[in-house]
């Protein structure tokens, strides 16, 4: 049973791990997206970059990458390394969630740019649409929301974070095995916005769609 874990969160980690952001921009433009805008190598710093084309791509390949891993660990869960006497040892979504897990990890801290990463929203919503769809789309309409009212991405992916799990819990009816490793993807994806909330409470956060100002 270990074995089947160790297998399915290496394939989501390395997965997980591969920095589109970093890759698109250094391929299509010669720069290093690190040394532009935040420095981080998701979506919305991508397209804040002047690249909105390749921010779109990003975002895209990140949340792909990220279904990839939780779909590997499902295919994983039918074949004969998940064979006990009196049925599967592990249940699907409990290996699919912790792959989950791994792909985040792997996107947040890449062994490629010496674990420097994302913050893992893109991926997140990857994992999320094959493990947990009902309760994605609940939360991105939180997301939605946040973001038409007040124009702040970072706030709206962190309440979007806070409302999967229990959304999870109650339209999904997930088991506590499985919804523990998604507790600990939101709360990695607010860690990870730890920045943005310090600029929220400063009233110094940029807003979508607004100019920067010089």
């Known amino acids: 049973m270990l074995i089947l874990y160790l297998i399915a ?6 997965l997980g791990s591969i920095p589109f952001g970093f890759v698109l921009v ?3 433009r010669g ?3 690190r040394l532009s805008g935040s420095g981080n190598i998701g979506a919305t710093n991508v397209a804040r970059s002047g690249a909105k084309a390749l921010g779109i791509a990003t975002l895209v390949l990140d949340a792909l990458k990220g279904s990839l891993a939780v779909a590997v660990a ?3 869960s039918q074949t004969s390394l998940n064979y006990c006497s009196d049925g599967p040892c592990i249940a699907a979504r409990q290996l699919m969630s912790a792959a989950a897990l791994a792909a985040i990890l792997g996107h947040m ?3 490629w ?3 420097k990463g994302g913050k893992g929203v893109a991926t997140a919503l990857g994992v999320f649409v094959v493990l947990f769809p009902t309760a994605l ?8 929301l946040t973001v038409i009212l007040t124009r702040y991405v970072s706030l709206g992916s962190i309440l979007a974070a806070i409302a999967f799990p229990i959304a999870a819990y109650f339209f999904n009816h997930a088991t506590w095995q499985s919804l523990a490793p998604v507790c600990g993807i939101c709360l990695l994806v607010i860690a990870k916005h730890h920045q943005n909330i310090g600029r929220l409470l400063s009233g110094t956060e940029h807003r979508f769609g607004a100019e920067k100002q010089l």
Request: with cysteine; charged share 15%; net charge neutral.
């Open 113 to 115: 740019l010496r674990f």
């Open 9 to 14: 969160c290496v394939i989501a980690y390395l």
């Open 137 to 144: 789309v609940f939360s991105l309409g939180i997301f939605l």
């Open 31 to 33: 720069e290093d997206i």
């Open 74 to 76: 499902w295919l994983l």
């Open 26 to 28: 250094k391929v299509f």
């Open 109 to 111: 801290f890449p062994v």
